[in-house]
C-alpha cells in the first residue's frame, strides 16, 4: 500500500487520497527533507559605544558593507537622551578583531 503525505502540516494518508482533508495541499509522496534552523548562540563581545545617533548610523552601514555581524544594545533615541544611556556596539566574537581594525581607521577607536 502506497502511503502518501501533505507537505504542509505533515499529516499522512493511505494511496487513493489526493488532498489533505485539513488543509487542501496537494499531497506527496515523499516529505521534504527537514531543513535545519540556522537560529543558535552568538556569542557577542562589546567593543565601542557612543551617546551619537549620526555614529550609529555611520557604523551600522560600513560593519553592514563589510558583512561584520553585529548588535547596537540600547540605540533607542529615547533612551540615549531622555535616560542618559549610551549604545553598546556588540559584534561576534570572532569578527571583533576586524572591527575593530574599522572603528580604527575611520577615527572611532585609537
Known amino acids: 500500500m502506497k502511503v502518501m ?15 489533505c482533508v485539513d488543509c487542501g495541499t496537494d499531497l506527496v509522496s ?4 527537514e531543513q535545519e534552523s540556522e537560529v ?12 551619537q545617533q549620526s555614529d550609529i548610523a555611520f557604523i551600522k552601514s560600513v560593519l ?11 540605540e533607542s533615541p529615547n533612551l ?8 553598546r556596539l556588540l559584534v561576534k566574537v570572532e569578527e571583533a578583531d ?5 572603528l580604527q581607521e575611520l577615527g572611532f577607536l585609537e
Not at 98 to 102: L, P
Request: with cysteine; aromatic share 20%.
Open 5 to 19: 503525505f501533505c507537505p504542509k502540516c505533515k499529516s499522512e494518508y493511505r494511496e487513493g487520497f489526493f488532498k
Open 30 to 33: 515523499q516529505l521534504p527533507p
Open 40 to 51: 543558535g548562540y552568538v556569542n557577542l563581545v562589546e567593543i565601542y559605544s557612543t551617546y
Open 64 to 74: 553592514d558593507g563589510d558583512g561584520i555581524t553585529y548588535y547596537f544594545e540600547g
Open 80 to 87: 540615549m537622551v531622555g535616560g542618559g544611556a549610551y549604545a
Open 98 to 102: 576586524r572591527a575593530r581594525e574599522i
